[in-house]
Each structure stands twice: as structure tokens, then as C-alpha cells.
């Protein structure tokens, strides 16, 4: 067991981090202003990316950081999900950072599944669009009107109909929905099949967003942020008939999909979510070491140094059991990695939020302002307890591994 990345991770690791901090950095703020002041609260319709995005994007691909999340040698870098890991913790230090190495979720999700699942067709319709740059996609899954921890309650339906798939409901938080580049959505609705059992019964549909019937109802705020110009939207879907060939590695194939997916996609999040606890970390301690109350630093204040040692050790264990997590997947694969990648997701955005809620303290009001990037991890970290499975699924699947294993399972 050994955790140690390749030389070429560290190489690339640290190349990301000089880019983010070279070019970035530099740039972030005035990119986040100007997204904003083409973004009216809640109409996405003058959403806009600000032409540094595009800028970034090519020196980032000129310089080879590109698509290396991607495991295929060809299309990406070639790298394992533990190579990969350290490079997702440095791209956690920005907001920006993911989409500038085209590394930003859902695409890089999608892209993987087009990678795994999609016909050949498919990868060359929409995967090399998406490996270039060119264009956004959107993942539609959760629901508005049925408790969307238990997937298995989806009330949308992707139904067969001769030499179509007809789509029908509705879907929220879509991620991406508000990019005026999102061009494909990944839609996973009910294809009943009685002669299958519950995991069989939902497929996976490539769906363009401008087919007839999908229509994007509004944007969703997170904490009162509408997270320009990506979005987060309900979308209807009204009989929505596509070719058969839309389908994703066929009918019924929609949880094996989901697995395959969010496998490595939460070694992702959570390594990003590692990665802005860090940034968060060292404003805790410029913030405590630079400003003096009652005749003290900040950081010599109250309990504030054990609260810097804890951050500092819950940080680190999160890492550790993240990296733990990517190994055992390039090991033994998703399946056999379960219990590890449901604990990953269950401690890294605890862990983050934790961090982030000592940083906003210490620097008061100027923590919940726009003037410190904490209130956007804080968001950050509160969100991904929800997404992609609560902390409590998570919870009860690893439990449900551990009685197993003692042959208590039921």
C-alpha cells in the first residue's frame, strides 16, 4: 500500500500549482466581477463567460494540463485515480481552476461516462466536443417531488417506443444547466422491465438541450447565490422523443452507469474539497498572525491555537483516507471500494466545513463577505453533503458493508 505519487503526478501536481498561482490567481477576482455583473439574479438568460476563461483555457492545454482526470493515455493523461488525486486537491485552491483544466463537474463525470459507456457514435457527437473545450453538458438526476437519496424512487421515465426513447418529468439541480455553452444533457429516468429487478429498471439518455420538450424552468439558489454563469436548474422534460441510439450503453443500464461514475468522481470532489480546506487553513493563519485584539494576535486569542492544530489534523486524516480510497479503486475497482469512497464522502466535506466555519470566525465579518473566497467553500462543503448522496446514505451502506461482513447482513 503506497500512497507515494508517480513522479510524472508530482511534476504535474506542482506545474498545476504554478499555473493557478501564475495565472489564475492573478485574475480571479476580476473574473468573478465581471460574471456577475452580467448576471441578474435568477433570469440566466444574459449569462456570459468572460473571455479570460477561454484564454486560460488554451495556455492550459498549450501547456499540457489538460483532460488529466481523463485515465485513457490517449484522450487524457493516462494517469490513475491516485495520480490524479493530488492534482484535484490543487485545483480546489480556485473556483475557476476545474474549468480552466477542463476538469470541472459534470463534464469531467460525463466525459467519463461517454469514455466507458458511449457508443462510438456518441464519443464522436459529444465526447471530443467535450475533451476540446468546446462545448458544456448538464447532469440530470434528482428530482423536485420524490426523495432523491433513495435513486430508486425517480418518478421521471425514459420509455422505448419502437426506434425512440421518449423522456418525461422533471429534474432540479441540474448542474450546468445555466452555461450558455451547455449543449448535452445525461438524463437518467424509469425504463420499467418487469423481468429485471430494481437496479435494472433506469437508463442513462444523452438528450441535446435543445430537443422539443426540454425546457429550462428556472435557476436554483445556493445560499441566495445562483453560482453564475454555471447554474443549477429545474428542468421539465415533456415527451421528449430521441433517436434509440441516445441511449447510454442500453436500456436499464442507468445504476451500473451511476457507479462507474461517481467512483472516481467523489475521489474528485473530495480531493477538492481537501484542497480549499488548505486555502482556507493558511487565511486562518495570515488572518490570526496579522491582526491584534486586546493586545493579542488573533491566533493567541481563546482556544484559536488547539482549533488550528485540529484543523490541521482533520485535514490530514481526510487526505490520507481520500488517498487510501483512490488506491484501493485502481487496486480492486469501484465495487470492492465502496465502504472507502462512501467514508471519503461522508469526512472530506465535513472536514472542509469545519475548517471553513473557524476561518469565517476569525475573520469576522469579512468571512461571509465576497471579500474572502470561505463563504463560496462553506457553500461549497454544506452542498456536497447533499450532493451525490447525503451523509447519512453513506453512513448506512458502510454499515451495512460492516454487518456483512460479520454475516449479520440482511
Not at 2 to 10: E, G
Not at 218 to 245: A, I
Not at 301 to 328: F, H, P, V
Not at 391 to 401: G, N, S
Request: proline share 6%.
Amino acid at each position: 500500500m503506497d500512497f507515494q505519487p508517480s513522479p510524472r503526478s508530482a511534476e504535474l501536481t506542482q506545474r498545476v500549482r504554478d499555473f493557478i498561482r501564475q495565472r489564475i490567481k492573478p485574475v480571479e477576482a476580476d473574473y468573478w466581477h465581471a460574471v456577475r455583473e452580467a448576471a441578474p439574479d435568477g433570469d440566466w438568460s444574459g449569462w456570459q463567460v468572460p473571455p479570460v476563461v477561454e484564454e486560460l483555457k488554451a495556455a492550459a492545454r498549450a501547456e499540457g494540463l489538460w483532460n488529466l482526470f481523463l485515465p485513457d493515455a490517449e484522450l487524457g493523461a493516462g494517469l490513475s485515480v491516485l495520480d490524479y488525486a493530488p492534482i484535484a486537491e490543487a485545483t480546489g485552491h480556485s473556483f475557476v481552476a476545474p474549468e480552466v483544466f477542463n476538469s470541472n463537474a459534470p463534464d469531467s463525470g460525463n466525459m467519463e461516462v461517454l469514455w466507458k459507456y458511449g457508443s462510438d457514435a456518441q464519443k464522436a457527437r459529444w465526447l471530443k466536443p467535450l475533451l476540446d473545450g468546446e462545448i458544456r453538458s448538464v447532469f440530470c438526476m434528482t428530482e423536485p417531488d420524490v426523495a432523491s437519496s433513495d435513486a430508486t424512487n425517480m418518478q421521471a421515465t425514459a420509455t422505448l417506443d419502437g426506434d425512440e426513447i421518449v423522456l418525461n418529468g422533471r429534474k432540479w439541480w441540474s448542474s450546468g444547466a445555466g452555461d450558455p455553452r451547455a449543449s448535452v444533457a445525461i438524463f437518467m429516468g424509469r425504463t420499467p422491465d418487469e423481468s429485471q429487478d430494481r437496479h435494472h429498471q433506469h437508463s442513462m439518455v444523452l438528450v441535446p438541450m435543445d430537443a422539443p420538450g426540454v425546457e429550462i424552468r428556472r435557476m436554483l439558489p445556493v445560499f441566495g447565490d445562483f453560482d453564475p454563469p454555471h447554474g443549477h436548474g429545474e428542468v421539465s422534460f415533456d415527451n421528449v422523443r430521441l433517436p434509440r441510439d441516445h441511449l447510454i450503453a442500453g436500456a436499464g443500464k442507468g445504476f451500473e452507469i451511476a457507479q462507474g461514475r461517481l467512483g472516481p468522481g467523489r475521489v474528485h470532489h473530495c480531493m477538492r474539497c481537501i484542497g480549499a480546506a488548505e486555502a482556507a487553513l493558511s487565511l486562518i493563519v495570515e488572518r490570526g498572525t496579522s491582526r491584534t485584539a486586546f493586545g493579542k494576535p488573533l491566533i493567541d486569542l481563546g482556544g484559536n491555537r488547539e482549533r488550528l492544530a485540529e484543523c490541521r489534523i482533520a485535514i490530514d486524516q481526510a487526505r490520507l483516507l481520500t488517498l487510501y480510497a483512490a488506491w484501493k479503486i485502481d487496486a480492486v475497482g469501484v465495487h470492492k471500494a465502496m465502504t472507502e469512497i462512501s467514508a471519503i464522502k461522508v469526512v472530506a466535506p465535513n472536514v472542509l466545513q469545519q475548517v471553513v466555519d473557524f476561518a469565517i470566525q476569525i475573520h469576522g465579518g469579512a468571512g461571509v463577505s465576497r471579500d474572502t473566497p470561505l463563504a463560496g467553500f462553506f457553500a461549497q462543503a454544506r452542498s456536497l453533503r447533499l450532493a451525490d448522496g447525503p451523509d447519512e446514505v453513506h453512513k448506512a451502506l458502510i454499515a451495512k458493508i460492516e454487518l456483512a461482513r460479520y454475516g449479520k447482513g440482511r
